[in-house]
């Protein structure tokens, strides 16, 4: 038989035992997350799935339509010939400003195969400079001018501890030809 009175808490100390005093806490903190918080949160979750979802299937749709719409003007929104002398200018211009010297540029037009209202003329820059500056400048030059396209980009360094780099631009400007 037990006997409950020579039933002694010998030596309990929070001091001593506060783990395990904190494991009913932490397991009633357990319970209310799992039960109250995460079915809130999973309704949450579901509701901005579908907000995306729609978002995104309305981006598709557009960027579809775009196109389209665009493909039809392409013609009318791209310059003459004439505008060449512009981007020259504006190339020496915006290198200029971003602290890049320009040191040669050769255009060679292509030849037209087809009887199209586009024609193309090919254009190789050289530029030194930093990096930042050269993104900046490609930046700027493809922004200014409509029927400019960056075919590629060549960056040379000759030490890695050289801040300046050698850039070899290929471009192509489209334009319309004269009527």
């Known amino acids: 038989m037990l006997n409950f009175q020579s039933f002694q808490l010998r030596s309990f100390s929070i001091y001593k035992h506060w783990p395990w005093l904190l494991v009913i806490p932490m397991s009633i903190l357990g ?15 579901k509701n901005i799935e579908g ?3 729609s978002q995104v299937s309305a981006l598709l749709q557009l960027q579809s339509n775009q ?24 190339m020496q211009e915006i290198a200029r400003s971003n ?6 540029a050769t255009y060679q037009p292509e030849t037209d195969k087809d009887k199209s209202e586009i024609s193309r003329v090919s254009i190789t820059t050289h530029v030194k400079g930093s990096y930042p500056a050269i993104k900046k400048f490609i930046a700027e030059l ?17 030490r890695s501890t050289e801040l300046i780099n050698e850039t070899e631009l290929h471009l192509t400007f489209y334009y319309r030809k004269a009527t």
């Open 31 to 45: 319970l209310c997350l799992a039960l109250i918080l995460l079915p809130t949160l999973k309704i949450e979750n």
């Open 51 to 53: 907000k995306v979802a």
């Open 67 to 90: 196109p389209l719409k665009r493909s039809s003007n392409v013609v009318a929104s791209l310059a003459n010939f004439d505008r060449i002398a512009v981007i020259v200018s504006d």
């Open 99 to 104: 602290g890049l010297t320009l040191p040669d």
């Open 142 to 158: 493809m922004a200014s001018h409509e029927g400019l396209a960056l075919n590629s980009v060549s960056i040379q360094r000759t």
